[in-house]
C-alpha cells in the first residue's frame, strides 16, 4: 500500500484551464503538506494542513487553493493556469507538525502549454 | 533569502568509495537539520536528521557532520553503491507562522556512482 499517493500522476493542459491535483496518505499523520519543485529541482513549501487546519500559507498566487476534507487528504486546486505553473507537485504528510520526517508522495508532473 | 545552500550541484564518485555532501547555513539560530535523497522519477525520502545539540549522527552506511562555528553540515555516505545515485537535498527546519515549523530546502547535490 502506498504511504501518501497523488493523483494524477502526468497531468498536460492549456494555459487558462482549471485544474486539481489529489494527495491521500494512510500513515495517519496529522500534517500535510504541498511542495512545488521546479526545473532545477528546488523545492519550495506552499501550504501546510495541520489536522484539517491550515497553518502554513507560502507565497503563492491565490489561484492556488488547497482543500482538506479531512486529515488524511490534501487536494490543490489551481485555476487560470499559467506557463510558470509548469512543475512537480509534490504532496506529504508527517506524524506531528515540526517533524523533519516528511513522507513524500511520487510527484505530478503539470505541463501547462 | 535562501538560508540553505549546497557548495556543489554534482559529485561523481567510483562505487565503492566514499561520497561526501555539503551544505551551508547562514542562521545561526538553526537547530534542526535534515538530509533528503530523491531518486530520479520518485519524491524526496528522508536519510537521517541532526539537531544543533550534536555535532556528529551515524547511520547505516550514512554520517552527518555538523559545524556550527561555520555553519556547515555534510552528509558522508560510505561505500558508494550504484542505489546512492539520486540527488540529495539538506534542509533546515525553522520556524513558521505563529508556533508551526516548515522545512526549507537547499538547492541539491547530483550524487553520480560510476562503475
Known amino acids: 500500500d502506498t504511504a501518501v499517493s497523488q493523483t494524477p500522476k502526468y497531468l498536460v493542459t492549456q494555459m487558462g484551464n482549471d485544474k486539481s491535483i489529489k494527495c491521500e496518505q494512510n500513515?495517519?499523520?496529522?500534517?500535510m503538506y504541498w511542495y512545488k519543485q521546479d526545473s532545477k529541482k528546488f523545492l519550495k513549501i506552499m501550504f501546510s494542513?495541520?489536522?484539517?487546519?491550515?497553518?502554513i500559507n507560502e507565497t503563492v498566487p491565490n489561484r492556488f487553493s488547497p482543500k482538506s476534507p479531512d486529515k488524511a487528504h490534501l487536494n490543490l486546486h489551481i485555476n487560470s493556469l499559467e506557463l510558470g505553473d509548469s512543475a512537480v507537485y509534490f504532496c506529504?504528510?508527517?506524524?506531528?507538525?515540526?517533524?523533519?520526517?516528511?513522507?513524500f508522495g511520487e510527484g505530478s508532473r503539470l505541463t501547462v502549454l | 533569502g535562501e538560508s540553505v545552500g549546497l557548495h556543489l550541484p554534482t559529485l561523481s564518485v567510483q562505487e565503492g568509495d566514499n561520497s561526501i555532501i555539503n551544505c551551508a547555513y547562514s542562521?545561526?539560530?538553526?537547530?534542526?537539520f535534515i538530509w533528503y535523497k530523491q531518486e530520479s522519477g520518485k519524491g524526496p525520502q528522508f536519510i537521517i536528521d541532526i539537531r544543533s545539540n550534536m555535532d556528529k549522527r551515524q547511520g547505516q552506511r550514512v554520517t552527518v557532520l555538523l559545524n556550527k562555528t561555520v555553519k556547515h553540515l555534510s552528509l558522508q555516505i560510505a561505500a558508494t553503491q550504484p542505489g546512492d545515485s539520486a540527488v540529495y537535498f539538506c534542509?533546515?527546519?525553522?520556524?513558521?507562522?505563529?508556533?508551526?515549523?516548515?522545512?526549507?530546502f537547499g538547492s541539491g547535490t547530483q550524487l553520480t556512482v560510476l562503475p
Open positions: 506529504a504528510s508527517s506524524q506531528l507538525q515540526g517533524s523533519g520526517e516528511l513522507f
Open positions: 500513515l495517519g499523520h496529522d500534517t
Open positions: 542562521n545561526s539560530a538553526s537547530d534542526y
Open positions: 534542509a533546515e527546519n525553522i520556524p513558521s507562522s505563529g508556533s508551526a515549523r516548515q522545512l526549507t
Open positions: 494542513y495541520n489536522n484539517k487546519e491550515l497553518i
